[in-house]
């Protein structure tokens, strides 16, 4: 069974840095793509970020530039840096990783107030 368990979420002013984590269980977390995702109320979530086994990244073009996403497969944790933080980017944050079936975190609620 995987579970992830994603942290490091809060409200910051526009323009500040945040890091989210998010700690997987599983043997086979190094090669797993990694995934965040983020949700609105009222909207689908959006991937934003993906990181594959190898290191290999992708980013949507509304957080390029500004968020890093980056793993540790000794502590079997991904990371999402957020710099530049606008109030577009509140939302709940997801981690992913799909394998058969897509697992989800519990979500972290990032506040970047206007």
């Known amino acids: 069974q995987v579970q992830l368990v994603e942290s490091g979420g809060g409200l910051v002013r526009p323009g500040g840095s945040l890091r989210l984590s998010c700690a997987a269980s599983g043997s086979d977390f190094s090669i797993w793509t990694m995934a965040w995702y983020r949700q609105t109320p009222g909207k689908q979530r959006e991937l934003i970020a993906s990181?594959?086994?190898?290191?290999?990244?992708n980013y949507a073009d509304s957080v390029k530039g500004r968020f890093t996403i980056s793993r540790d497969k000794a502590k079997n944790t991904v990371y999402l840096e957020m710099d530049s933080l606008k109030p577009e980017d509140t939302a709940v944050y997801y981690c992913?990783?799909?394998?058969?079936?897509?697992?989800w975190g519990q979500g972290t609620q990032v506040t970047v107030p206007s």
């Open positions: 992913n990783v799909h394998l058969v079936v897509d697992f």
């Open positions: 990181i594959s086994p190898g290191g290999r990244t």
